[in-house]
């Protein structure tokens, strides 16, 4: 039997796909994992923007809650400093002993509980696409806002073409998705810098004065509201600035993207996030105060602040726009810890279980291609839902950031107790994370009980249908595993009735292909499917598997070695028991990130080996097959089986019913 292989040309859509994207990486190139990670400073326009960006609304927030206590806005920005260097400092503990990234949803699993974790991750993709949402409606309105009033219809369309634009880049690779957006980054640093830094410099000799009228207010209004009236006002103000410490956990969700030593480069950039976003928010309250900036309507109070430091320069005006726009268009930088952590923390649920197993899935670009799609789409959903109101979101978004970090400080605190034994200086590492547990439950139940009314109601809901979505998946494929894994059992103790066959298999006799995955009971009913339903016809086995690379072992040459002495390892198995049961075996292994294409050629060059041959692979059958269950199980078998068809390769799929 021979069988003409077809060459396939690739299709307009094809072509126009790989112009976009880009052509696919080889997992196998020794330098892949060089070439794709990222040095401090090109993760911290990464991962840094989001929070960096935030200076561009929390600081704001925070000093508009103050109304006329405004004398408070110098302790707001020392409090503001402190808790971005405390929460900072907590997660470089993080880093150092989860190095491996996934941040709050692996710290909660692994310290708390399972629950724990799927709660925090939970929290975080809700969030991350909130980030997405809120930092590009944050962009379309500073740009808008110097536009014509009649241009605003076409607002939401630019803000969706944004994400989509986005969503394009991270599909590409994300190093080149953040070296396209870092000139943006740079402009904002570089303008914030001369903005906090001149307007603090000229104003140096108002220091005294201020500092004298700051006391004799914050007396004033002890002896008219009383101490806790006074605290109460601060704390509120404080709370409802949260946004500001929102992108703080990218780093330690990250890490896989890191250059190597990852930890040293881990922490260098969270130095770089934590000094810049301190400087930055601590700086802005501050002069607010210095120049007596009051709201005024349509403009922010960075505008305001911008026009008045470079009123007298050369140029002034349009450095103060520049100045705002760089922030308008850092926000679009910002958006991208949405499109790079999103996607990675929902890559470690998928490898759990809590989601479905495609979004572990790396695309031939290497990057996690459903779990970006699925972010992007969810913002656009979320842009059109709030008609792209940047209240709404900020109301939506203001909360589930600070359910991942005090889970994730409690965890850690439970981890060094736990660990006190073999850490001589683990009451020194506790005190941060109890700091940082407590500011963190303060702006949590401050925000929800300000927010929960307008609209703060609507992330909890939606995160609540998040994890109890996550729980009828793991539900799901908690059943289909036990089941395959009594099918293994079970097929597992038939006796051999045939002496041990040391034969080397024979390219000239009939060839029975099977696609495996790893040893288990659903490899072994395919193979004593094909010996029960066609006896005597097929004389050798050759059983072929690619090692699948997902965001669970793409994190260095180890990993995927790992991975592929694994994969060797089952199909070793595999072949010793077909040969215990009396035919002669062999294999044929690959690595990839795309199994069907990959099988695909993998299978076309065993069958010029093999010529006589036809290819079998299993599927799990359902008694009640529903929409919930395709989703969770892909169609790789058909995928595959209509690939093979094409070529001119007999391929059957053998059904394996699953009782659950």
Known sequence: MNHHINEQKPNIFHKIRRSLIGAPKDVRQPSIFHKLSLIPILAWIGLGADGLSSSSYGPEEAFRTLGEHTYLAIFLAIGTALTVLIISYAYSRIIEHFPHGGGGYIVSTHTISKTAGVISG???????????????????????????????????????????????????????????????????????????????LTHTGQIKPLVHEVSSN??????????????????????????????????????????????????????????????????????????????????????????????????????????????????????????????????????????????ASLSERLTMQNGVILMGVAAIIL???????????????????????????????????????????????????????ILCLTILCVTIYEK?????????VI???????????????????????????????????????????????????????????????TLLSIVKNFPGVYKNFVFVSVAEVDSGTFKGIAGLDALQASVKNDLERYVKITRAHGFPADYRTDVATDVVDHVTELVEKTVKEFPRSTVFTGRLVFKHENPFQKILHNETAYSIQRRLQWDGIPTVILPIRVDV
């Open 218 to 359: 914050l007396k004033n209004g002890v002896a008219t509201l009383g101490f806790l009236g006074v605290l109460g006002i601060f704390l509120r103000a404080f709370s409802m600035g949260a946004g500001t410490y929102t992108g703080i956990e990218a780093v330690s969700n990250g890490m896989q993207i890191m250059r190597e030593p990852r930890v040293h480069t881990g922490k260098r950039t969270m130095v770089y996030l934590a000094s810049s976003l301190a400087i930055t928010a601590g700086g802005l309250l501050v002069c607010y105060l210095l120049f007596r900036i009051s709201p005024a309507d349509g403009k922010t109070l960075n505008a305001i602040l911008a026009g008045e430091v470079f009123s007298n320069w050369p140029m002034g005006g349009t450095i103060a726009l520049i100045t705002i726009l760089s922030e308008g268009a850092l926000l679009v930088v910002g958006a991208q810890t949405g499109f790079i952590d999103g996607p990675r923390v929902m890559s470690n649920m998928a490898i759990d279980s809590w989601l479905p197993r495609r979004f």
């Open 463 to 525: 995160t609540s249908a998040v994890i109890g979505l996550c729980y009828l998946i793991r539900g799901h494929y908690t059943k289909v595993r036990n089941s395959v894994k009594h099918l293994e059992e079970t097929l597992s103790d038939i006796p051999a009735v045939n002496p041990f066959n040391t034969n080397p298999v024979d390219p000239n006799e009939m060839t029975a292909i099977l696609l495996v995955s790893r040893y288990n009971g659903f490899g072994l009913h």
């Open 452 to 460: 929960f009314g307008e609209g703060g109601w609507v992330t909890l």
């Open 122 to 200: 939970s929290a975080l993709l809700v969030d991350y696409m909130l980030t997405i949402a809120v930092s590009l409606v944050s962009c379309g309105d500073a740009i808008f806002s110097f536009l014509p009033l009649y241009l605003q219809k076409y607002k939401l369309m630019f803000v969706a073409f944004l994400i989509i634009l986005l969503v394009i880049f991270n599909l590409r690779g994300v190093k080149e998705s953040v070296s396209m957006l870092a000139p943006i980054f740079i402009i904002f640093v570089v303008t914030h810098t001369l903005l906090i830094g001149y307007g603090i």
């Open 383 to 437: 842009l059109l839902y709030t008609g792209g109101s940047i209240t709404a979101l900020v109301v939506m978004y203001s909360i589930n950031v600070f359910v991942t970090f005090s889970l994730s400080q409690y965890g850690m605190i439970r981890f060094f107790q736990k660990n006190r034994e073999r850490d001589t200086k683990w009451k020194q590492h506790i005190i941060i994370h109890i700091i940082g547990l």
